[in-house]
């Protein structure tokens, strides 16, 4: 095959990679995942308000906090396009998308193997893990796209020694500052990045000085301001950790220590063994990763961690300098810290949505290993090279069927997803729309007073312009439900008995009906 054939063939399969990955992860966005969680609707109702105020935050106070990047950019969603469930998940399936893309040119950036660079862009697209979340309006998909980037630019900058690429190396890692929490550490990547750096190159300080410069301006220069704000309102630096933190006295019990180790040891069984039990976060009680690509990340880690202490010993002991130690010093030191908002955290582990920023990390280690088998594949006589090749492929067959069958068909089958989805809330969001306008609805939240408020959000984000409709709490005036005629309905998200008979008290002439619209999804209406 010629070089210009080989290249038509590599973007051609890229191309394909990154619009499958685009499909995976819009196909049905309407009905899966099963519902929109109150998270999500948080996130909606902020870039609601935004977009009617002009008023666009750094940093959204509500829901624990949240950086602001993520929901303005849902407000620009609404803005253009309306607001629907598209509309709200739409910068999710993007940065999701852009994922792939960034693993594709980090991975050949740092290997300078295209067949490589294709696995690892492909083992993203058809990750359960990375499909899940990129249809899901969490501001944490936005961090797995700025590390690739960010890497991608900051090792081409270090071949091309161009200042452009430090300077959209460090413009793209400042944005993280405002996606999400779990970027705050990854500056520390940078730290072991510049030890590698000088370790692995003569003289690296001086002959990089004016780009390092470039680099930490332009990071600094879009950072600051979300810097700024968290050092003017320290709550909103500890509100999200200190509840949750191993470094907390209340959780740690005075054994730090083997609480970190022992977090640390869920935080590498996810994906292999036992993964995150919240089914929106994964499929459990399974690991995150299907069998195939499990066992390639597995090996491919072993390999990487061997081979960075190997180049380190030759460095330290026997004064050997190879640029190679750069590149698995970064590798080891990624995955690691960015693994580190889950171990350090103790609730919920193991959990996949705080290790996001290691997605795209596990799929470079492995494309590694599947590296290894091509690569031993073409020193094979021709039929031995032909049938490892066909093996490989299908392999990857049966990764993507794997993966899409269970998020597309098994998942949807599953009770607990569509109650951990809150799949009743947006049932109730639908059942509004197709009641007639004239008709006083009445949205009561009946789960009793330690139910979050944020319940209401699925229902109330996509009917922002329906009229005559209320809502309201159960440990609320129940003389709020006034109807002003005959025309009206009561709907309960849930069932308890406290609602229930005081309800009927108010409206004994009314009848309770439980509405069943698909297994894990229930609530209830009272009307004549």
Known sequence: MTAKNKKIL??????????????LRSYHIDTLPLGIFPDEAMNGEDAYKATDSGNYELFYPANEGR???????????????????????????????????????????????????????????????????????????????????????????????????FALSGLIFGIGAHTYIAWRIAPLILFFMLIAF????????????????????????????????????????????????????????????GLI????????????????????HNYPPYPILDPF?????????????LKFFHLFYLR?????????????????SWFLIMLAPEFLSAEGNPHALRAIGTLPVVFIFGAITFEYFFSRAEKQLYFSRKAIYSLLILIFILIGVFNAVKYFYFMPKVPKAAEEFDKNLTDISRLIKTLPASEEKFIVNS???????????PIQIFNLKSPNTIYLYSWQNFDQIRPKTNDFIIILTGKDADTESRLKVVFPDLTLQEIKPSPGSVYYILKK
């Open 447 to 457: 789960f009793g007073p330690y139910h979050s408020p944020l319940d209401r959000l």
């Open 198 to 257: 000088v370790l692995s190159r003569k003289n690296f300080l001086k002959e990089y000085c004016k780009n390092i410069l470039v680099f930490t301006f332009t990071l600094t220069l879009v950072a600051l301001p979300m810097i700024y704000t968290l050092y003017a309102n320290p709550k909103f630096v500890h509100a999200p950790v200190d509840d949750i933190s191993v470094f907390s006295p209340e959780i740690n019990k005075g054994n730090l220590t």
């Open 293 to 305: 690509s499990g066992t390639a990340f597995m090996f491919g880690l072993i390999f990487v961690c």
């Open 10 to 23: 590599t973007y051609s399969l890229l191309f394909f990679i990154v619009v499958f990955g685009l499909f």
């Open 316 to 332: 330290i002991f026997k004064k050997i300098k190879q640029t190679e130690l750069e590149i698995y010093f970064f590798l080891v």
């Open 67 to 165: 950086e602001g990047l993520f929901i303005n950019l849902i407000a620009l969603c609404f803005k253009l396009f309306g607001i629907s469930i598209l509309t709200l998940k739409l910068p999710s399936i993007i940065f999701s998308t852009l994922t792939i893309l960034g693993t594709y040119l980090l991975t050949k950036e740092l290997f300078k193997k295209e067949r490589m660079a294709l696995v690892s862009a492909f083992l993203v697209t058809v990750s359960y893990w990375s499909i899940n979340f990129g249809r899901i309006s969490f501001r944490a998909n936005m961090l797995p796209f700025v590390l690739t980037f960010a890497f991608y630019f900051l090792f081409r900058g270090i071949r091309t020694k161009k200042w452009w690429d």
């Open 261 to 280: 180790l022992q977090n640390f040891s869920l935080s590498l069984i996810k994906y292999n063994l036992v993964g995150d039990q919240n089914w929106r």
